[in-house]
Nanobody
């Protein structure tokens, strides 16, 4: 199983980026996918996830409410890819963003363990 995150870069505050998570090696349609981020000097945190069909999305209670209003997760099962659309970016969104998948099919819980991780893509938002 491989996941590859891409689409990061340097953007000014207020700008937008769309991250992609391309996957291979498993039946993509059967698995939820999550996005995480890790800012310099901080622990990795969950951002949001999407279930296997794309019908349900999940947000972290610990992430700022403003993320819920500015970020959107989606998936294209035909392309085995999950997207994270990030709008109105702020300097505090600066982090390495990772996508991840659990080992269990058709399964999602807020604190579930993610087994497979992509390499991360750097997002830097300048003020």
């Amino acid at each position: 199983v491989q996941l590859q995150a891409s689409g990061g870069g340097l953007v000014q505050a207020g700008g937008s980026l769309r991250l992609s998570c391309a996957t291979t090696g498993f039946i993509f349609d059967d698995y939820a996918i999550g996005w995480f981020r890790q800012a310099p000097g901080k622990e990795r945190e969950f951002v949001m996830a999407i279930n296997w069909s794309g019908e349900r999305t999940y947000y972290s209670d610990s992430v700022s409410d403003s993320v819920k209003d500015r970020f959107a997760i989606s998936r294209d099962n035909a392309k085995n890819t999950v997207y994270l659309q990030m709008n109105s970016l702020k300097p505090e969104d600066t982090a390495v963003y990772y996508c991840a998948a659990p080992s269990l099919k058709y399964y999602y819980t807020p604190n579930m363990r993610y087994e497979y991780w992509g390499q991360g893509t750097q997002v830097t938002v300048s003020s």
